[in-house]
């Protein structure tokens, strides 16, 4: 009985001995089990993040309008969004950034910032276009392992800052040449003109008249202002655009005769416009007034007619239109316009400068522009006030063979 009472004990203990070590050891394989299952779960929110991060790049690269290029420690093109595609094309797999671009200073620039460098921007021309390129290191663990490149587009920038040198430049000699005519004026009147009442009046007449174009730029400049700021309403109303037109022709005929042109009209008396009056006088008298100035032999004609705006496609206006514009032609102009042309037999404008016409002081020829008074903001000031009623305006021309302006604007039944 001692016997089997000390067996059961030593049972007893040998199970109580292997019991507690499982007991522990299932505890701990159940920490694990759920050390895995939080680690997992933590891989697969990493995961989720990093697939949110890339499409939230990819995103940010196609939304860009720089092209934005990753250059890898060998050179090759890793990333390459939209913009960068359309401007060097689609680069393969395996292509480096010098046989994918053919561009050595863009090579020397990712080369120059791979070696710790703070590189200058770098501008650099790619076909009609002026380009702009900076370049970010990419470091991982404190080692450059990649080049992060963006190229911008800064054609349109540096249009604007020749516009703004030629306005500096055609200011300062629209007003020094009269303000020179005016201080000798002044001068030979005070050195004893003044007894001679002939030469005396003769000297004021010049000096009124110097006086006018003083005025003349001083308004053109302000006009212009306040119709590219917008603060110059225009007081629309319906009108016989042939009577509007024959009042500028009547105004503009002596000019014409002093030249021995013809200024021809062909506008239907039942074409009405809704239109500010002034303002399109204006528009008629800056192109009939040019085209009178740069033609010597033939004349000038006027006409009009009626437009559906779904007629008024892009290839109607190629010439002087700023790109894109183009496109709005085919989808803003809708329902019934007039098309008013103003066609010369002169000289012609050539290619290379159709596209700057409208700018503000541009003058196409600036030799002659000094013989014949001139501010160069006539054709600025007829764009704004032909977009200020809704239409466009544009030019066609082959050098040596005339030039047509035309422009549009809404008809009134």
Not at 83 to 100: C, D, I, N, Q, Y
Not at 141 to 155: M, Q, S
Not at 269 to 277: F, G, R, Y
Not at 348 to 368: H, N, Q, S, T
């Amino acid at each position: 009985m001692v016997d089997g009472w000390w067996i059961a004990a030593l049972l007893l203990i040998i199970l109580v001995g292997y019991t507690f070590p499982y007991r522990r050891l299932n505890k701990r394989l159940q920490q694990s089990l759920a050390e895995a299952a939080r680690l997992k779960s933590k891989l697969s929110s990493t995961r989720r993040e990093l697939v949110e991060v890339n499409a939230r790049r990819k995103k940010m690269l196609a939304a860009s309008t720089e092209a934005l290029v990753i250059v890898e420690r060998d050179y090759k093109i890793s990333s390459a969004n939209k913009v960068a595609r359309r401007l060097f094309g689609k680069p393969g797999s395996e292509a480096t950034l010098m046989a994918w671009t053919r561009q050595h200073l863009l090579q020397e620039l990712v080369e120059h910032t791979f070696q710790g460098e703070k590189a200058p921007p770098l501008y650099f021309t790619w076909g009609d276009r002026n380009l702009e390129a900076h370049t970010r290191f990419i470091k991982e663990h404190k080692e450059v392992v990649a080049v992060a490149l963006a190229i911008h587009d800064v054609t349109e920038v540096q249009r604007l800052s020749r516009a703004r040198r030629d306005f500096v430049t055609n200011i300062s000699h629209e007003l020094r040449s009269p303000l020179a005519s005016l201080q000798l004026l002044t001068e030979t009147l005070l050195n004893g003109a003044l007894d001679n009442k002939k030469m005396a009046l003769k000297l004021v007449n010049k000096i009124a008249t110097q006086t006018d174009t003083l005025n003349q730029l001083a308004q053109e400049v302000v006009d212009l202002s306040m119709l590219e700021s917008g603060k110059a309403p225009l007081r629309m109303a319906s009108f016989s655009l042939q009577a509007i037109v024959r009042k500028q022709i009547e105004a503009l005929l002596p000019q014409a005769d002093r030249k021995n042109l013809t200024l021809n009209t062909d506008v239907g008396d039942d074409i009405t416009v809704l239109v500010d009056e002034t303002m399109l006088g204006r528009v008629l008298t800056n192109l009939i007034h040019n085209a009178i100035k740069f033609t010597e032999t033939g004349g000038v004609t006027v006409s009009a007619k009626r437009v559906d705006g779904q007629d008024l496609s892009p290839q109607s206006a190629p010439s002087s239109l700023p790109t894109g514009k183009e496109i709005a032609i085919s989808k803003e102009i809708e329902g019934d316009w007039v098309m008013v042309s103003v066609a010369d037999t002169g000289k012609g404008i050539a290619a290379d400068e159709l596209g700057r016409i409208f700018e503000r002081f541009y003058k196409v020829d600036p030799a002659r522009s000094r013989r014949d008074a001139g501010t160069g903001l006539g054709l600025a000031i007829a764009r704004h006030i032909v977009e200020a009623h809704g239409g466009h305006i544009w030019v066609e021309s082959n050098y040596g063979d005339g030039a047509t302006f035309y422009f549009t604007l809404p008809t009134d039944y």
